[in-house]
């Protein structure tokens, strides 16, 4: 019996996004951190959909004073207490709009590709109350720069035949991510939307680049198996010769202070 893949649920694809999803730029991750104006060793952080890690192992490395990740999904959280065996990150379960921590207990909450999957008025109405006074909440992605390379322009171009009205949920350059911005400025608990964004370039094998794309979610929900396998045939075609690809990832990072 075939899968029927939900919208956000990563069951299946943990190992995949574990090893073959890109990190974030780290020149946005240092912006960031002047952002908040606060010593880093200070820093009470929470990640928020934190998946397997991938962002919130990169903060916990800057030195921050404590680090915390929840996630909802049960296979994701453990593939996450896995590749952060050695690091004092404390993971729990939990979702964007209901977190089982004390009020005024963070100084930085963060959502890292995930932030799509929220239900807007609740989950920043929750992390109002978790933030301390002055404290901040990040949304951030980091999609890659497909009009950078004549490849990721053909594949797009194969994709979008596939499926004409495919709607592209987490890239990062759609969906929430076009008017965030204004939401954040129109929100009843946050004030001073800060922008910030930065391109960093990965040299990824055709393995991992396909890894990449069998991590996605959104496209296999609107795919289904058949076309989705066939994406991913058509894309194998065109990589499978190369020794790397080179893709150039675009950070972007919302940034609003909790309003007191």
Do not use: C
């Not at 995949?16 to 974030?24: G, K, L, N, Q, V």
């Not at 952002?35 to 800057?62: E, P």
């Amino acid at each position: 019996m075939t899968k029927i893949i939900k919208a956000g649920d990563f069951s299946g694809l943990s190992k995949d996004y574990s090893e073959h999803r890109p990190d974030y730029s780290p020149s946005v991750l240092r912006g960031l951190f002047g952002l908040l104006n606060k010593n880093t060793y200070d820093i009470d952080f929470l990640d928020v959909g934190a998946g397997t890690g991938i962002w919130t192992r990169m903060v916990y490395q800057s030195g921050v004073k404590s680090a915390k990740a929840i996630e909802p999904n049960e296979e994701m959280l453990q593939r996450g207490k896995l590749d952060s065996r050695d690091m004092s990150i404390e993971w729990q379960s939990g979702k964007a709009e209901e977190i089982s921590l004390e009020s005024s207990s963070v100084d930085w909450i963060t959502m890292a590709s995930a932030f799509h999957w929220a239900n807007f008025g609740q989950a920043t109405k929750e992390f109002h109350r978790l933030l301390k006074s002055g404290g901040y909440f990040t949304a951030l992605w980091n999609p890659r720069l497909v009009e950078s390379n004549p490849l990721f322009l053909e594949i797009e171009a194969f994709l979008k035949n596939l499926k004409p009205d495919i709607k592209r949920v987490s890239s990062g350059r759609s969906g929430i991510t076009e008017n965030l911005t204004e939401l954040l400025w129109s929100s009843p608990y946050f004030e001073d939307v800060v922008y910030l964004e930065g391109r960093h370039t990965i040299s990824m094998s055709p393995a991992r680049y396909m890894g990449a794309w069998r991590s996605v979610n959104d496209l296999q929900r609107q795919l289904g198996p058949k076309k989705f396998n066939e994406f991913l045939d058509f894309v194998k075609s065109k990589v499978s010769s190369k020794k790397t690809i080179e893709a150039i990832y675009l950070t972007r990072a919302w940034s609003a202070k909790r309003k007191d």
